[in-house]
């Protein structure tokens, strides 16, 4: 069993950044971070395996996804945020992935919600 517990979430203006953070109980192939906007299903975010990074085409360019192994923590840099970023951010990890469009990870943390203001 893995444990996640996300930090960094917060309120921003549009076109700021967020930096939130992911410490894992354990060491996993795969970690990431998918997000739920009010009244809108989970998504995809962002992953990263041990040298591979996957991005949203909503993120791409605009998010940083990496890694300290030594730590177990996985990070988000969230730059030029926008409104449509607001979202409950959940931190996510599995031994697996078998691909960003259909990874349903095994381990979740709680959630930490990003607002993004106008």
């Known amino acids: 069993q893995v444990q996640l517990v996300e930090s960094g979430g917060g309120l921003v203006q549009a076109g700021g950044s967020l930096r939130l953070s992911c410490a894992a109980s354990?060491?996993?192939?795969?970690m990431g971070w998918f997000r739920q906007a009010p009244g809108k299903e989970r998504e995809f975010v962002a992953a990263?395996?041990?040298?591979?990074?996957y991005y949203a085409d909503s993120v791409k360019g605009r998010f940083t996804i990496s890694r300290d192994n030594a730590k177990n923590t996985v990070y988000l840099q969230m730059n030029s945020l926008k409104p449509e970023d607001t979202a409950v951010y959940y931190c996510v990890a599995d031994y697996r992935f078998p691909g960003a469009t259909i990874w349903d990870p095994g381990y979740w943390g709680p959630g930490t919600p990003v607002t993004v203001s106008a």
């Open positions: 990263i395996t041990w040298q591979t990074t």
């Open positions: 354990g060491r996993t192939y795969a």
